[in-house]
């Protein structure tokens, strides 16, 4: 199966690099460019891409806004947003991963990981490495809330087992160390994570873990 990609950032001279990067894989095509946030959202309707590649800063609209109208709550469209990101302490990677986005990477990753990368969120998965996800949680844990909330209603749909694996999710941990860790097979926790998305009407893994620390079910720093 061909994958299309979109490629987003304001600057030609990095579209140009990663383009040529993933035309030399069979499996990748780049379907279109966009120099900001706007003329992403045109795109994607217009080429229907699998993967879009998203820069966080750019002008007229930003890639936090273009990935919430792309991929956020109630938007059940095809495309899947890959954030790219010169910092890794770039607070807005937080806000694009709480918009919908399936994870991020840096822009000077190299270029096995990024062709990876693209390949894992197309298929339905929610990031290279998920333990980044909870890295920045931890970083950003005062833009999260206290804990001292009622959890949501939503969370009493899961069952307890279900529970575990969320938590387990949010901690970063792969489904095969899930599977360790609950001494389950990795097929059983493959399950579990998608009887968990279902019921909380989350897209992926990404936004389970965001949703668990600003539940409260997780705290950051925990273990």
């Given at each position: 199966m061909t994958i299309r990609v979109l490629l987003v950032d304001d600057q030609p001279l990095l579209r140009t690099g990663f383009r040529m990067i993933l035309e030399a894989e069979s499996d990748l095509v780049v379907v279109g460019e966009a120099g900001d946030g706007q003329q992403a959202l045109e795109q994607v309707r217009a080429l229907q891409p699998d993967v879009v590649l998203m820069d966080i800063r750019m002008p007229r609209m930003d890639g936090v806004e273009a990935t919430r109208r792309i991929a956020g709550p109630g938007r059940d469209g095809p495309a899947k947003v890959l954030v790219l990101t010169t910092f890794d302490l770039d607070e807005y990677v937080v806000e694009a991963l709480r918009a919908g986005a399936s994870g991020f990477l840096l822009k000077d990753v190299p270029a096995e990981e990024l062709v990876q990368a693209i390949r894992v969120v197309a298929d339905g998965a929610a990031m290279l490495a998920p333990s980044i996800t909870?890295?920045?949680?931890?970083?950003?844990?005062?833009?999260?809330?206290?804990?001292?909330?009622?959890?949501?209603?939503?969370?009493?749909?899961?069952?307890?087992?279900?529970?575990?694996?969320?938590?387990?999710?949010?901690?970063?941990?792969?489904?095969?160390?899930?599977?360790?860790?609950?001494?389950?097979?990795?097929?059983?926790?493959?399950?579990?994570?998608?009887h968990v998305l279902t019921k909380l009407q989350l897209r992926d893994r990404v936004q389970a873990a965001v949703y668990a620390y600003e539940s409260g079910l997780v705290r950051p720093g925990a273990q």
């Open positions: 909870r890295r920045l949680l931890d970083m950003y844990a005062t833009k999260l809330p206290s804990g001292d909330e009622a959890p949501p209603q939503a969370l009493t749909a899961l069952t307890e087992r279900e529970l575990e694996v969320l938590k387990l999710v949010a901690r970063g941990l792969s489904n095969a160390e899930i599977a360790g860790e609950l001494f389950v097979s990795e097929t059983t926790v493959k399950t579990h994570v998608g």
